[in-house]
């Protein structure tokens, strides 16, 4: 959680989150029911939710970033 967005990487976490739901779906369905493969899988899959949304809020800033400086430059040729 420490590690900086612009460093994340997002297929990587695309596959956490997808590896978490798959095995969280999994553990419900053997039997005997699996509750710590649940706990981790279901933990991973939430990590890698807030790791894809601070993926995509660092991904809104680079752009708007970006829109406010091709806007700077406009408006000094002008």
Same mark, same amino acid.
């Given at each position: 959680?420490? @590690? ?20 969280? @779906? ?27 949304? @601070? ?9 708007? @970033?970006?829109?406010? &400086? &091709? &806007?700077? &430059? ?5």
């Amino acid at each position: 959680m420490a @590690r900086p967005a612009d460093k994340l990487s997002k297929n990587q976490t695309i596959s956490l989150f997808a590896t978490g739901t798959i095995w969280s @779906r999994y553990s419900m369905v053997i039997k005997p029911k699996n509750y710590t493969l649940f706990t981790v899988n279901a933990f991973l899959a939430c990590v890698a939710i807030i790791q894809l949304s @601070r993926i995509y809020m660092y991904e809104q800033e680079v752009e708007k @970033r970006k829109k406010e &400086a &091709a &806007a700077q &430059a406009i408006s000094k040729q002008q």
